[in-house]
């Protein structure tokens, strides 16, 4: 809920929410909220984004705004994320060799 400019709630608008809306209904396990997107991790280690992409801060290519989740493809084993103002960062598992 709250400020939904950029897509950054995920609900496929840019409409300001005033109560709690369901985005993803399960295997959600981590969040972390920027300055105009979000990010969460789903329990497969996938990373998800939402939001203002100018800097290019969701990590999937061009920028440009998505209000929707959005897989972040490059991305898998992740198991901590945090957001910044304008960036992002991960924690990934690393294979086992």
């Known amino acids: 809920m709250g400020n939904n400019a950029y897509g950054r709630l995920g609900d496929g608008t840019r409409n300001n929410a005033v109560s709690p809306k369901q985005i993803v209904a399960t295997n959600v396990v981590a969040i972390a909220a920027g300055a105009n997107h979000s990010l969460f991790v789903k329990n497969d280690g996938t990373l998800w984004g939402m939001g203002n992409n100018s ?16 897989q972040i493809i490059q991305f898998s084993g992740v198991t901590a994320i945090a957001a910044g103002g304008n960036h992002e960062l991960i924690i990934k598992k690393l294979p086992v060799v």
């Open 55 to 70: 800097f290019g801060q969701l990590g999937d290519g061009p920028p440009g705004n998505v209000t929707s989740p959005q």
